[in-house]
């Protein structure tokens, strides 16, 4: 079976959540991103298992699993990884179905009533994460099922809002032109990862049409992937005899951090709204040097930014 990333030669970089987490890092927060920042995951564990309570509240129990599920991906540690990211989902659908009559009770107290419910890139990259998991522990099999959930939930999120948006535009009788869509329908992350899956159990069928879907992600989405498309896409399908492809899965970044903006309504009222803020990365690309007589190194493809 395949050890660590090695998929069989096409690198490949993404920007991909270390720490997952949504509120501006505070100094106890900085302990352990620093943490991370030198690839120390196990250290990062340990800090925020010893002071739970301190950077956590009772409401943030999706965080909490988010945060040490993927950090326990990192350390290697695919049993519990899972078991945490498992259980932010299983929260996420809890928190979602009430938050609405928490929202209303926020209003007039405030947003320490709620129960987060998680962002929508949180609840399914969870589940790849999962599938990582999985594959790690040569289980393809269960690999291939979160792979499939991480796409189906890609297509429900990107319905719902869509759904949502033609409700806004009706309420507010604008009737004049069609109505926004939502543009994330297909993650080219998820349908490569499907694609070297099925090509690891020769269905080559499922492959193809992983491949075509990937193709259609740049085609389709430009918004979201300003970047080329990785060149040798379609040397996947195509293995020369007797050889064989080594592919190579690299993660860098941090995610996404939620701040507070305020909007004056009037001189007694102050509605706050949540903007979420990329945070910038000092990572240019990746290369991978392979050991051979000469040397040579393989520069990375951007695939997908998280």
């Known amino acids: 079976m395949f050890k660590t990333y090695s998929f069989h030669l096409f690198v490949i970089l993404l920007l991909c959540t270390l720490l997952t987490g949504c509120a501006t890092f505070s100094g106890e927060h900085m302990v352990p991103l620093n943490d991370v920042r030198h690839s120390d995951y196990r250290g ?14 009772s409401h943030d129990s999706v965080l909490y699993n988010l945060d040490t599920g993927v950090l326990r991906h990192f350390a290697g540690d695919y049993n519990d990884s899972t078991k945490n990211l498992s259980d932010a989902e299983k929260l996420i659908y809890t928190n979602y179905t009430k938050s ?11 947003d320490t009533m709620i129960d987060y419910p998680g962002e929508d890139y949180e609840d399914i990259y ?7 998991n999985y594959y790690h522990q040569n289980n393809l099999d269960d ?11 890609v297509q429900a999120i990107s319905s719902r809002h869509d759904q949502e948006l033609v409700r806004s535009r009706q309420a507010a009788n604008e009737k004049n032109g069609a109505a926004a869509s939502i543009q994330f329908h297909n993650s080219a992350l998820g349908q490569y990862l499907s694609l070297l899956y099925h090509r690891a159990t020769n269905d080559m069928d ?6 075509h879907m990937i193709h259609d992600s ?12 990785p ?13 064989g492809r080594l592919n190579i899965l690299a993660f860098s970044g941090l995610a996404p951090v939620k701040i507070e903006n305020r909007v004056n309504f009037s001189y007694d009222y102050i509605f706050a709204v949540p903007v979420m803020v990329l945070q910038p990365s000092t990572v240019g690309s990746i290369s991978v040097t392979v050991a051979k007589d000469d040397g040579t190194v393989v520069a990375s493809e951007l695939l997908e930014q998280i």
């Open 44 to 57: 990062a564990l340990l800090y925020i298992e010893q002071n739970k309570d301190l950077l956590y509240s």
């Open 126 to 132: 969870s589940n790849l994460f999962m599938s990582l």
């Open 100 to 110: 609405v009559t928490q929202e209303i009770s926020s209003f007039i107290v405030n």
């Open 231 to 243: 060149r040798t896409v379609d040397e996947e399908l195509s293995i020369p005899k007797e050889k």
């Open 143 to 153: 690999a291939l099922v979160e792979i499939n959930r991480f796409k189906n939930k």
């Open 206 to 211: 499922a492959a193809n049409a992983d491949c």
């Open 218 to 229: 740049f085609l389709t989405q430009g918004a979201l992937y300003p970047f080329a498309e």
